[in-house]
């Protein structure tokens, strides 16, 4: 039985947000495969792709995820934006797309107080023209892979939380919001 849920979906959708909210409500715990990548790199994803390389960073991805399916069980994973491309992703758990257009996603990041950092840590966003494009690219490749796919626009990440619990019929724990 899938035990666990991946957050998949375009930088900025709020991923990482979602899945702190869904541990939250639901008294499962989170882990984000960026940070379980820094972790085992002891490096920084930007600091990866500039030392290292994409493809670096990809072969990381691909072990993170061999340990995921492995060892983790009951759990919300929240991933980055190229994470889905790993070949068991679907092995790992019940895989939901966090679905937003990419001036929302604009949008949103600049609305942010920490909006220049938010992009400075993503190489990927660096040309927006391309970021655009991988976003086109990708779109029918995440609705492809994805179990479930849940519209996040201009939406509160407590509205997403709770729209994705009851999808997935996940049990709310007691005194959660
Ligand atoms: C990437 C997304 C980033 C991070 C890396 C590559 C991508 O994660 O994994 O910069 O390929 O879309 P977020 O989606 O959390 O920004």
């Not at 639901?26 to 493809?55: H, R, W």
């Not at 399916?69 to 939901?96: C, D, E, H, L, W």
């Not at 779109?139 to 994705?164: H, K, M, T, W």
Request: proline share 3%.
């Amino acid at each position: 039985m899938k035990t666990n849920i991946v957050l998949i979906g375009f930088m900025g959708v709020g991923k990482g947000r979602t899945a702190r909210a869904l541990a939250e409500k639901t008294g499962m715990f989170a882990v984000d495969c960026d940070d379980l990548i820094e972790s085992f790199a002891n490096s920084k994803v930007k600091k990866i792709f500039s030392n290292l390389g994409e493809p670096e960073f990809r072969a990381l991805e691909r072990r993170v995820s061999v340990w995921l399916q492995k060892q983790v069980k009951r759990t919300i994973i929240s991933s980055g934006g190229g994470f889905f491309y790993v070949p068991n992703i679907r092995k790992i758990g019940t895989v939901v797309y966090l679905h937003s257009d990419f001036d929302m996603i604009l949008d949103a990041i600049y609305a942010h107080p920490n909006a220049k950092k938010k992009i400075k840590k993503r190489p990927l966003l660096k040309d927006l023209g391309t970021a655009r494009a991988l976003l086109e690219t990708r779109l029918p490749l995440y609705r492809d892979i994805a179990d479930i796919e849940i519209n996040v626009g201009g939406r509160s990440i407590d509205d997403i939380a709770d729209d994705i619990i009851h999808q997935l019929s996940l049990k709310k724990r007691k005194n959660s919001h």
